[in-house]
């Protein structure tokens, strides 16, 4: 049911904690940047009348634990138990934002996903916005460490989002700053997840080359330039990605626009 949390325990002791509702066919939701499970509980509820939801907190966040030293491959591996666990053995993927990407890694890696979704990869593979900063994840994990959690925040929107600094300012006084800053050690994972891909280069598609199941790549045409940019270029990896395009919707795209389809492409021949 819907509001009990449960846990798993990932490959290197860290435990996960999830929530699972509906039944059907496995979908697991992997949110990105600063999101919690709870981010995910719309999209979930409107998924659950055809699948068995799993939302859950990223390792570092929420109520999950997280492990001393981070490398991508342990958040993979925290999808690969979950999937084993409350997944059954197969689980399809719901990526948002860097999550996409991360659910894209690991279904790479050789993760049990039938199906993957992906809704705006925040890939830079252009000139429409500056890439990030070459110490990027460095000074992240530099002002972790000094526990200037509020800075980080305010370092990932201008930098990684493109926020105005004035813009970010009154952001500071908004009661979700000290739920962003909670989640704040975790913005150097997604900077690691990401890697090189927001460079301003052309995306390094034979990194995802061994991915040989039905891939939905969705971009809004209402938001950032690069967002639909680098979705078309994920799209073009092969013929088995499809590219999606939801007309007036920008990143934080409404779950009522997304179940639909999400709905469609899960339930499709290849769902299991």
Same mark, same amino acid.
């Given at each position: ?20 509702? #509906?039944?059907?066919?496995?979908? +697991? @939701?992997?949110?990105? =940047?600063?999101?919690?499970?709870? !981010?995910?509980?719309? *999209? $979930? ?49 719901? #990526?948002?934002?860097?999550?996409? +990407? @991360?659910?894209?890694? =690991?279904?790479?890696?050789?993760? !049990?996903?039938?199906? *993957? $979704? ?155």
């Amino acid at each position: 049911m819907s509001g009990t949390v449960d846990k798993v325990v990932s490959a290197d002791g860290t435990a996960i904690a999830f929530e699972k509702q #509906g039944s059907g066919p496995a979908v +697991v @939701l992997v949110g990105g =940047a600063l999101m919690t499970r709870g !981010a995910s509980a719309e *999209l $979930a509820a409107l998924l659950a009348g055809a699948f068995t939801v799993i939302t859950y907190d990223r390792r570092g966040r929420g109520d999950s634990g997280d492990g001393p030293a981070y490398e991508v491959r342990r958040e993979i591996e925290d999808i690969d138990a979950l999937i084993e666990g409350p997944g059954g053995g197969s689980a399809m993927l719901f #990526g948002m934002s860097s999550g996409a +990407v @991360l659910a894209l890694e =690991a279904t790479a890696r050789g993760s !049990a996903v039938p199906r *993957l $979704a992906l809704y705006e990869p925040p890939f830079i593979t252009d000139g429409s916005r500056p890439p990030l900063p070459a110490d990027y994840v460095a000074h992240l994990t530099e002002l972790i460490g000094r526990e200037e959690h509020g800075e980080a925040v305010a370092y990932f929107m201008e930098a990684a989002v493109g926020v105005p600094g004035e813009m970010i300012e009154g952001m500071r006084q908004a009661p979700f700053w000290a739920d962003m800053a909670a989640v704040a050690p975790t913005l150097p994972y997604d900077g690691r997840v990401m890697g090189d891909t927001m460079s301003g280069r052309p995306l390094p598609v034979e990194r995802w080359a061994s991915v040989t199941v039905p891939v939905l790549v969705g971009s809004g045409d209402a938001g950032d330039p690069h967002m639909l940019t680098g979705a078309r270029e994920l799209a073009a990896t092969g013929d088995n990605f499809t590219l999606r395009v939801f007309p007036g919707e920008e990143h934080n795209i409404p779950a009522q626009a997304l179940a639909p389809v999400l709905t469609a492409f899960f339930g499709g021949d290849h769902a299991k």
